[in-house]
C-alpha cells in the first residue's frame, strides 16, 4: 500500500524553514546577551533548528509540491514552529511558562499571532522571554502573508477561489507576474510598517508624550501591533501607555489588517484603488459602525465615569482592537456593561482584510456571503433571473459563492463545537466557567483575537483553565490560523490512501 | 408605475383562512361557555373573522398564485392570525395579557409554536384563555405541515429544493400524485397523533399514575406537544405532572418532529423506510448523543441530587424536548450546571425533521451541509474528481447544496443580529441582561423553541423584557417560523417593483 502524499516533500519544505529559525531566535538571544540574562534558551533551538531542518531539508523529494503536499506543509510548519517556541519557554523555567502544557499554548498563541497567554506575572520573566513572545508573532504575521499570497490561494475549500478573486480585484498578477516577486513586495511593506511604528513610538517618548515606552516596548508592540497579534510584554496591555500611545497604536492595528496589495498601491499614490475596493469601503464600515455602537452605549452606562474623549479613545482602540484581531486592551473592557461586551464579542467573528496579517472569518467572505444571499433573495422572487455576484465590479464565480457560504458556516460550526467542549471540559474539571466565558474564550483563540471576556478577560490570563481544556485551544488557535482546511483535510482517510 | 406583486391574489387567501378562523375560536368559546366564564372575548373575534374573511376573499384575483403572491400570503397568514389572535386576550383583559406588546407576544409565540409566555401568574387566567393559547399552537402546528408539503416547497431559497430532495427521497409524489391529497393524508395523521395523545394521558389518569392529568390537561397538553409548540396552562409546565406522564410525552414530542410522510409510510407496514432514511438516522442519533452527553454532565455535577431513572428521564425529556423545539420542561433545567446549560443551548440550533411541525434550522439541513463539507473536503485535494452528495441514496443537486449552506448560516447570522439588538435594548431600558440571557433569548424565539435560560429561564417568563425588546422577539419568531426568506424577499424593492 502506497500513501497518497508524498511526506518527504512537505517535511523536506518545513526543514528549510526550520533551518532558518536561528535568525528570529538571534534577537531574544541577543537580548539575552545585552541584559545578561540566559542565553542557553535561546542558544538551544538556534543551533537544533539548524541542524534538525539541514537534515530534514536532504529528504530526497519524488514529486512537486501539489494540494497534498501543501496542505501537509501547511498544517505541519505551523505545528513545528510551535513545538520549537516552547523551547525558550520550558528551558527559562520561569512562571506559569515552566509548565509544558502552558509552554505549548503560549507557543501556538505566539506563532498564530493569537495573543491569549498564560502569562500570570509578567515581570516573572526576562525581558529576552518577552522579545521572543514578540518575535514569534512577528515572524506569525510575515508567514501568514506569505502563506495567503503564494499557497493559500491555491488550496483551501473557500481560500482558493477568494484569493483567486481577491487577485482579479486588485490586478496583483498585472502587478507582479511570479509570486514570489509579489511576496517579496508584501515582506518589504510589512517590516517597513514595523520599522515606522517604532519611530512613531519612540518619537512620542522623545517629545515627552509617552514617559513608560522604553526602546523595548516600541519593538515589542510594533512586533505585535503590525502583525495583529497582540503579545504585550506589560500585563495591562496598552492601558500602561498614555492616550498619545494608544491614539499611535490604532492606525497599525488597522493597517496590519488591511490589504497589503491595496496599501503597495496607495504607496505608489494610487489612492483611487481605496475607493474601488468593495472590501475597503465595508471594512472601514464595519469599523466605523461597530465604534459608533460601542461609544453609544458606553455613553449610556454612564459607568464607568469615562469623558467624551475616553469614551471616543476607547470604543475606537478596542472596536479596531478586536474587528482586526490585534487583542491589545486599553481599558479593563471586560468592565463594560453585557451590551459593550457582546457588541466586542461579536466583532470577534469579523476579522480585517483578506490578504493581510488578520484572522478570523475576514471582511472578504462576509461581503461576499451578503451580496449572494441578496443575490438569492432577488432571484427568489424572479425565477427566471441570472444575476452574478459582483465584487469591485468583477463577476465572483458561482463556486466560489459556495465555497465561501461553506467556509463561513464550517467557521460558525466549528466555534459551536469548540464551547461545547470547553464547557463540558471545564465542569468536569471542576473549574468555574459560564457559557459566555466558555463561548468568548473559543472566539477568541479559534479566531486568534487574543483576549475573552470573564476568566480569561484583557488584564487577565488563560491559565486557570484546566490543562485539557489549554491543549484543545491550542489545537483551535492551529486550526484557526490556517483557515481549517489544512488541518481538516488531514483528518479524511482519502488523503492518506486511495 | 404597477406594482409587481398582485396583492389582491394574496390577500384574498388570507380572507379565505380568516373566514375559518371562527373553528379554533369556537373550542375555548365552548369551554368558557361551560366554565360560565367570559365568552365575548371569543365570540366578537369568531364574527369579526368571518366577516372580514368573507369580505376580503372578494378581491377580485386577476393573476394566479406565483412566487411572489405566495411569499406575501405566507408571511401575512402568519401576521394577520397573531394579530387576531391578540383580541381573545386583550378583551379578557386579565394579568400581563392584557398589555397590547404582551399580547402580540403571547399570540405570535402561539401561531408560530415557539411556546416563550409573557404569562407571570398562570392562575389569573381562564381555562377558556389556557385553551386558546393551545388552539393557537395547534393551528399552527397544522398550519406549518400544510405549508411545508404545499407551498413551502416552492419557494424559500434553502426550503424550495430542500423540500423536493425530501420528496424525491420518499416518492411524495408517487405517494399521491396531487399535493392537496397528499396535505390531506397529512392532516388526518395529525389529528390521529392528537387524539391518541389525549387518550394516552387520560388513560394515565384512570389507572392512577397521573394523578395531577385533567381531561383538560390532557388536551391542552396534547394540542401542544403533537405541535412542538410548547404552552402549558400550568407554570410549572409538565414539571407539575407524574413521570408517568414525562416519559408518555417524550414520544409524542420525538412523533412530533419526525417527518410526516415517513410516518405515513411506517404505519402503512412498511418499516424499512425508517433504516433507509439518512435524516431519521441522523435525527435519532442526534437525540441520542445529547441525552447520553446530558446524562453524563448531571452524573457528574451530582447537584440537584437526581436518582438514576431521574437523571435519564430528565436528560432525554430536556433533550428531546429541546432539539424537537417543543419547550416542554420537566424540571427547572435553569439551575442546571453551564455544561448541561450550554448542551441545550446548542440543541436549540437543530430542530427535528424537516416535513414535521418542528422549527429551528432543521435535521435534514445539518445533514446536507455536513455531507456536502466533507466532499468538498475530498475535492480540495482531489481536484479532478467529482463526487456528488447523497441523501438516501439521491443525488442532491449542488444548486440545493449552495441554497442549504446559505440558509444554515444566514440563520446563524440572523440569531447573532438578533443578541446584538436584545443585549443593547435591554441596556438602553437598563434592564439586567446578560449575554448567555439575551443569546438564549434570541435562540429560544427565532428558532421558536420556547424558555430559555436565566431571565425568561423554563419556570419564568419573558415579561420582563422591555417591550421594544419583546416586540423585536415577536418579529424574531414571525420570521423564524416561517423561514425567514418570505419576509425579507418582501424587503427587497425588486419585490414590490421592476
Ligand atoms: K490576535
Ligand atoms: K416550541
Chains 1, 2 share one sequence.
Request: charged share 15%.
Amino acid at each position: 500500500m502506497t500513501l497518497r502524499v508524498d511526506w518527504r516533500v512537505s517535511v523536506g519544505l518545513v526543514g528549510t524553514i526550520l533551518k532558518w529559525l536561528w535568525v528570529p531566535l538571534s534577537l531574544p538571544f541577543a537580548l539575552a546577551l545585552y541584559d545578561g540574562t540566559p542565553i542557553v534558551p535561546f542558544l538551544l533551538p538556534m543551533i537544533g533548528t539548524l541542524l534538525v531542518g539541514a537534515g530534514l531539508e536532504r529528504l530526497p523529494d519524488t514529486r512537486d509540491l501539489q494540494a497534498r503536499e501543501a496542505f501537509l506543509m501547511v498544517a505541519l510548519t505551523w505545528l513545528t514552529i510551535a513545538l520549537v517556541g516552547t523551547v525558550p519557554f520550558l528551558l527559562a523555567g520561569s512562571g506559569t511558562l515552566a509548565d509544558p502544557v502552558n509552554a505549548l499554548f503560549e507557543s501556538m498563541s505566539g506563532i498564530t499571532t493569537t495573543g491569549a497567554t498564560v502569562i500570570v506575572d509578567f515581570d516573572e520573566h526576562s525581558r529576552a522571554i518577552h522579545l521572543w513572545r514578540s518575535t514569534l508573532q512577528w515572524i506569525g504575521g510575515l508567514g501568514i502573508l506569505v502563506l495567503a499570497t503564494a499557497l493559500l490561494s491555491q488550496l483551501s475549500v473557500g481560500g482558493a477561489q477568494l484569493m483567486e478573486t481577491e487577485s482579479q480585484t486588485q490586478d496583483v498578477n498585472k502587478l507582479t507576474p511570479r509570486i514570489s516577486e509579489t511576496a517579496g513586495l508584501l515582506w518589504k511593506l510589512y517590516i517597513g510598517l514595523t520599522v515606522l511604528m517604532i519611530a512613531v513610538l519612540s518619537l512620542l517618548r522623545v517629545i515627552g508624550l509617552a514617559p513608560e515606552m522604553t526602546l523595548f516596548d516600541a519593538v515589542a508592540h510594533a512586533f505585535t501591533a503590525v502583525s495583529t497579534s497582540g503579545f504585550s510584554p506589560r500585563g495591562n496591555s496598552i492601558a500602561t501607555f498614555s492616550p498619545a500611545v494608544q491614539w499611535a497604536v490604532i492606525p497599525f492595528m488597522a493597517l496590519g489588517a488591511t490589504s497589503f496589495v491595496l496599501l503597495y498601491f496607495v504607496l505608489q499614490g494610487d489612492f483611487d484603488r481605496l475607493r474601488e475596493s468593495d472590501e475597503f469601503r465595508f471594512y472601514a464600515g464595519i469599523l466605523g459602525v461597530f465604534t459608533a455602537a460601542v461609544a453609544a452605549v458606553l455613553f449610556t452606562d454612564a459607568s464607568p465615569a469615562l469623558t467624551v474623549e475616553e469614551t471616543i479613545r476607547h470604543s475606537l482602540f478596542q472596536v479596531v482592537s478586536i474587528v482586526t484581531t490585534t487583542g491589545y486592551a486599553s481599558i479593563d473592557f471586560d468592565l463594560w456593561s453585557p451590551a459593550a461586551k457582546h457588541l466586542l464579542f461579536v466583532g470577534m467573528f469579523i476579522g480585517g482584510m483578506a490578504g493581510s496579517t488578520t484572522c478570523s472569518i475576514k471582511a472578504l467572505r462576509w461581503l461576499v456571503v451578503i451580496k449572494a444571499f441578496r443575490r438569492d433573495l432577488f432571484v427568489a422572487t424572479t425565477p427566471s433571473a441570472i444575476r452574478p455576484v459582483r465584487l469591485s465590479g468583477n463577476v465572483v464565480d458561482e463556486e466560489t459563492v459556495r465555497d465561501i457560504y461553506a467556509y463561513t458556516l464550517v467557521s460558525l460550526v466549528f466555534f459551536i463545537l469548540g464551547t461545547v467542549f470547553v464547557v463540558i471540559d471545564a465542569s468536569r474539571a471542576q473549574v468555574a466557567v459560564t457559557e459566555f466565558e466558555a463561548m468568548s474564550a473559543v472566539a477568541a483563540t479559534f479566531f486568534n483575537v487574543g483576549p475573552a471576556f470573564g476568566i480569561a478577560g484583557p488584564l487577565a490570563s488563560y491559565e486557570p483553565f484546566p490543562p485539557s481544556t489549554k491543549f484543545a485551544m491550542t489545537l483551535l488557535m492551529w486550526v484557526g490560523r490556517i483557515e481549517i482546511i489544512p488541518v481538516l483535510v488531514l483528518l479524511t482517510p482519502s488523503f492518506w490512501r486511495s
